[in-house]
Nanobody, 122 residues
Framework: QLQASGGGLVQAGGSLRLSCAASERTLSNWSMGWFRQAPGKGREFVAAIDENGVTTIYADSVWGRFTISRDSGDIMVYLQMNSLKPEDTANYFC?????????????????WGQGTLVTVSS
């Protein structure tokens, strides 16, 4: 139901834009989030946006560098990543959660896309 894309290899300081497409229009009423998982580590919250596209929240590690947005008409969610660092290297996942207060809790997400790999070289 969710399809993530846009990952790739980029040099430190570069930018990438991840996209997440939802196949069900009902997900336009859900909050959406991005998580990432580096090799050997757990899934880490990155950013989330509410169902109206008004309220956003970010992990401290990406605040000021990443921007989450959504296009409810097309049920798309984007993650613009600027000033990328090698420590941003991870598999990035988009997900849908029915309740905003749980956007940082991966276990509360009902739908996940497949990961898209982001590799940042130094």
């Amino acid at each position: 139901q969710l399809q993530a894309s846009g990952g790739g290899l980029v040099q430190a300081g570069g930018s990438l834009r991840l996209s997440c497409a939802a196949s069900e229009r009902t997900l336009s009423n859900w909050s959406m989030g991005w998580f990432r998982q580096a090799p050997g580590k757990g899934r880490e919250f990155v950013a989330a946006i509410d169902e109206n596209g008004v309220t956003t929240i970010y992990a401290d590690s990406v605040w000021g560098r990443f921007t989450i947005s959504r296009d409810s008409g097309d049920i798309m969610v984007y993650l613009q990543m600027n000033s990328l660092k090698p420590e941003d290297t991870a598999n990035y996942f988009c997900g849908a959660v029915p309740t905003w207060r749980f956007v940082k809790v991966s276990s509360k997400y009902r739908h996940w896309g497949q990961g898209t790999l982001v590799t940042v070289s130094s």
